[in-house]
């Protein structure tokens, strides 16, 4: 999910792809729903690998240590490098702005007070971290509380998806500063809280050909569905989200309910998932960082294909230095 916002933005960065044609149409796509399934996915993972005693003083201690080292230290460094280079990421770089950031209360105050591109998400997900361990005790206490608070929350982006984002003005961006609001996306979390609760209950797993025809399926409901758009929040509002969140929501669900056999395409995705932190946030410095080596421009192709090279090469340095080192750090300090 991650790397397709990647591709997405480079793609963007360097038009390899002509606008209005199949492979433009379908970047967009994954683009815009690559954040969404990733707040899926982290929901899932949340309340598969958490329970209920996290709310016991050790179990917040601990759980809030681990998320603060998981996210904080490389969050905090693409905030600095954004400082240090004067690069135009977010609002303008004010003390209240900084101080937003380091504490992560943007996310609260407005997603799009982040000094990092792309980093709006990043406040979500800090709210999730904040009220997961109250959702977590109830979930664990009652079971229908998620499937009910998911379509509570639902309900509650409807007025945001049909009317607040659709009516926002492109002035000044507002489009988009409407559409990063929590209230429109916190329903994904528990999407994947319900998936996790499934995952939980039912001991059963899909087959390989079940499992493959599934993938067929949703990679064609995926593409072959709404077409031929310029404008990306044509796909991002109204209904066109919520058939796009329901593909998302159920490609997560075939894959948690199938056990992967050792191949290269596991050991793959499994790198891609240890530096999708890092390709998320570093890849729009990697650009800069192009721009700069290369003021009189790359050519399209060498420009999208080094761009994606170099934040993978980046992302795993990064994540071997910096990211595994501070989860280290995070299970030694919850065992002091």
Known sequence: MAFAVAIYHFANWYPVFPAGQFAAYTTKKVGAYGVEGFFIISGFCFFYLYGAETL???GLRDFHIKRFLRIAPLYYLAVGANLVFGLNAGPQHTLRMVAENG???FGFIHPNHSLVTGGWSIGLEYVFYLAFPLLAWAAARWKPFLALATLALLALSAPWSFTYVPQASW???MKFHTYVHVANHAFLFLLGGVVAQARLAWRGRLSTPVFLGLCLALALAFTLRYRNFYDDFVIMVGW??????????????VFAFYDFPDSWVKTTGKFLGEVSYSVYLLHPLVQEALLHAAPGGLGPWTGFFLGLALTLGLSALTYRF????????????CRA
């Open 56 to 58: 016991t003083r050790r």
């Open 103 to 105: 504490s992560f209360l």
């Open 171 to 173: 002035a000044g961006d």
């Open 240 to 253: 066109p989200r919520y058939y796009f969140c329901a593909v998302c929501f159920a490609a997560v669900a």
């Open 322 to 333: 910096i990211e595994k080192p501070m989860m280290g750090q995070a299970r030694r300090l």
